[in-house]
């Protein structure tokens, strides 16, 4: 009928706008696509009435379609910010210590391990890896959360040399194996990147992280 005809006329045009400018016509798409369906209950057939379920799904859907451009607009502003856009703020973390489990930089100083043993242990030991992953040391910690100093050398006593150097701890209940997880350190954040879309930290001893990665920030000793 013709009122079809002329409720769909408007959309055509909204439609080349909304490529151009889709915030800032998203709610008069939807006044429009309101007063349509208002139209069509005005002068539907008496003798044929249009299925009042069909408005609830053409709302519902449209309502859908709203929410997911709102939503999409927002995860490319948060995206923006975590890359580009928040770099300045992430630039504020630079010569503050973050507490990862990267890899930490060893250059004869002791290093504090946080160690977080499997619930349930009765005994825990501390292993210490190199920066080929290979294992270099282990001992025997406290069952607890407690910090613990990690004394550089390898299981044969021999001093082990700088560099960077990752740590897990391996849990044990009446003898067997029950877990193993990985120990946190702090380590001075030198630098930040932006790779790949995304904004990364450079740690002293080179070790390259996600901000997500950070589970606690101090300042530096």
């Known amino acids: 009928m013709t009122v079809t005809e002329t409720t769909f006329t408007a959309p055509t045009n909204q439609a080349s706008a909304t490529a151009v400018k889709p915030k800032s016509v998203i709610s008069?798409?939807?006044?429009?696509?309101?007063?349509?369906?208002?139209?069509?209950?005005?002068?539907?057939?008496?003798?044929?009435?249009?299925?009042?379920?069909?408005?609830?799904?053409?709302?519902?859907?449209?309502?859908?379609?709203?929410?997911?451009?709102?939503?999409?607009?927002?995860?490319?502003?948060?995206?923006?910010?975590?890359?580009?856009?928040?770099?300045?703020?992430?630039?504020?973390?630079?010569?503050?210590?973050?507490?990862?489990?990267?890899?930490?930089?060893?250059?004869?100083?002791?290093?504090?391990?946080?160690?977080?043993?499997?619930?349930?242990?009765?005994?825990?030991?501390?292993?210490?890896?190199n920066a080929q992953g290979a294992e270099v040391q282990r001992g025997l910690i406290p069952v607890s959360n407690d910090p613990v100093q990690w004394a550089s050398v390898s299981s044969t006593g021999a001093a082990l040399p700088n560099g960077n150097y990752s740590f897990k701890v391996e849990s044990f209940k009446a003898g067997e194996s029950i877990g193993e997880t990985d120990a946190t350190t702090y380590s001075r954040i030198t630098e930040a990147r932006i790779e790949g879309g995304a904004t990364h930290l450079v740690l002293a001893g080179g070790s390259k992280i996600a901000t997500t990665d950070v589970t606690a920030l101090r300042e530096a000793d």
Do not use: H, K
């Not at 927002?74 to 890359?83: N, V, Y």
């Not at 503050?96 to 619930?119: F, H, K, Q």
């Open 28 to 129: 008069s798409d939807f006044e429009t696509f309101l007063q349509m369906l208002t139209t069509q209950a005005r002068y539907q057939d008496p003798l044929e009435p249009i299925d009042s379920s069909e408005y609830s799904a053409q709302l519902a859907q449209f309502s859908m379609v709203e929410q997911q451009v709102l939503s999409n607009d927002l995860l490319t502003a948060l995206s923006t910010q975590l890359s580009g856009g928040g770099i300045s703020q992430i630039a504020s973390w630079i010569g503050m210590e973050a507490r990862t489990t990267a890899p930490v930089e060893y250059n004869g100083s002791p290093i504090t391990v946080l160690p977080t043993a499997t619930a349930g242990a009765d005994r825990a030991e501390l292993v210490a890896y």
